[in-house]
Structure formats: structure tokens, C-alpha cells
T-cell receptor, first 115, second 110 residues
Framework: DAGVIQSPRHEVTEMGQEVTLRCKPI?????LFWYRQTMMRGLELLIY????????DSGMPEDRFSAKMPNASFSTLKIQPSEPRDSAVYFC?????????????FGDGTRLSIL | QKEVEQNSGPLSVPEGAIASLNCTYS??????FFWYRQYSGKSPELIMF????GDKEDGRFTAQLNKASQYVSLLIRDSQPSDSATYLC??????????FGGGTRLMVKP
């Protein structure tokens, strides 16, 4: 059974460029989460979706960040324009309702470096 | 005050010893609690979850929950060098959203 799939695994780009991160959740999961992890701030929730609908985007740092989930098997996180302080590891995770205490399963992450 | 707090460590234990990792949370409405292990450069992976007061055992791992005192702990018996990682405590308050602590770095020395 395939886990959460993220792409790319690594991204290096210059400040001001648009960055798009991609995620394919586990089939059948109806929740999708985007996290950012840095040494200073740890693991932070940016936004999450339920049945493709954004539920809470209060963690999105600013308008430069946007996320979409056009269907149950695909989501994107976009940063435009990118800044050096956006450098971090971005994780996508998915989870399912209907099962008590169902945990979130994480993808391998995208390591983003903005020069 | 952070919603979920952990000592950042590092916590250093000798091989074969018991490692005890602690986590406190602020919201009394918290419903369930998760421990994730994260190796350097890797993604978090679930070790255990617990939602009732008391102990829950799975192999060498035991999760302990005390809702009155608002803490949850993870015990690792017979610690191995392969257990060296950062352990993240996560708390579900409502719905499917988790709040993570900053993690405790564990080092098991041979």
C-alpha cells in the first residue's frame, strides 16, 4: 500500500521564484495536512483539508502561501514569491475519519532551500 | 505557554537502559495523544497512541497518560542505539488536527 507521496524531494531556487510542492495522499484518506518544519519553530501546521475543502488555514504565514486540493488524490502548496526565510522541510500528511484515533501518516517531505 | 511542551534534550541513556520521555499539554479538552519518532533527515513515523488514563504497552514501548496532571510519557525499555532519534509528542484536541511539541532528542550510547 503506497504511503503519502510528495514531490519534489529537494528544491533549490532563487529568491523571488515561484515554488510548487505536490502531495498525493493515501487512497481513501479524507484529511490532508501541510506542515513546515524548521529547527527554530519545530513542526508547524500550515493548512488542512477535509474532503478537498480547506478547513483551517490559520497557520499559513502570509499571502505568499497558497494551497489547493482539486481532487481527493492531489494537493499543492505554492509559494510566490519565495523568500530565504521560507527555507524549511515541508511535509504533507493524510488521515482518515471513521476510525477512532486514526493517526496522520507523513510523506517523506520536500526540503526547500531559497537562495 | 506552548500548547504541547517537551524537553528538547538531548536525553542520553546507555544501551539497555530505560529511556523516559515526557510531554505536557495545556488544553484539558485534549482527546488523544500520539508519539512519533523522527530520524534525522526523515519524516515522523507513528510509534503509539493513547487516549485513556493509564498505561499502554507495545513491545519495548509503553505510553502513559495522566489527564488530571496533563502529561503523557513514553518509556522505551532495553534502549538500543537504533532508538536514537527525536521523539515528537502530538495532541488531538478536536477533529483530526494535531498539535505537536518541539520534540525530545534521544541518544542511546553503546
Amino acid at each position: 500500500d503506497a504511503g503519502v507521496i510528495q514531490s519534489p524531494r529537494h528544491e533549490v531556487t532563487e529568491m523571488g521564484q515561484e515554488v510548487t510542492l505536490r502531495c498525493k495522499p493515501i487512497s481513501g484518506h479524507d484529511y490532508l495536512f501541510w506542515y513546515r518544519q524548521t529547527m527554530m519553530r519545530g513542526l508547524e501546521l500550515l493548512i488542512y483539508f477535509n474532503n478537498n475543502v480547506p478547513i483551517d488555514d490559520s497557520g499559513m504565514p502570509e499571502d505568499r502561501f497558497s494551497a489547493k486540493m482539486p481532487n481527493a488524490s492531489f494537493s499543492t502548496l505554492k509559494i510566490q514569491p519565495s523568500e530565504p526565510r521560507d527555507s524549511a522541510v515541508y511535509f504533507c500528511a493524510s488521515g482518515a475519519t471513521g476510525i477512532s484515533n486514526q493517526p496522520q501518516h507523513f510523506g517523506d517531505g520536500t526540503r526547500l532551500s531559497i537562495l | 505557554q506552548k500548547e504541547v511542551e517537551q524537553n528538547s534534550g538531548p536525553l542520553s541513556v546507555p544501551e539497555g537502559a530505560i529511556a523516559s520521555l515526557n510531554c505536557t499539554y495545556s488544553d484539558r479538552g485534549s482527546q488523544s495523544f500520539f508519539w512519533y519518532r523522527q530520524y534525522s533527515g526523515k519524516s515522523p513515523e507513528l510509534i503509539m497512541f493513547i487516549y485513556s488514563n493509564g498505561d499502554k504497552e507495545d513491545g519495548r514501548f509503553t505510553a502513559q497518560l495522566n489527564k488530571a496532571s496533563q502529561y503523557v510519557s513514553l518509556l522505551i525499555r532495553d534502549s538500543q542505539p537504533s532508538d536514537s532519534a527525536t521523539y515528537l509528542c502530538a495532541v488531538r484536541i478536536a477533529g483530526n488536527m494535531l498539535t505537536f511539541g518541539g520534540g525530545t532528542r534521544l541518544m542511546v550510547k553503546p
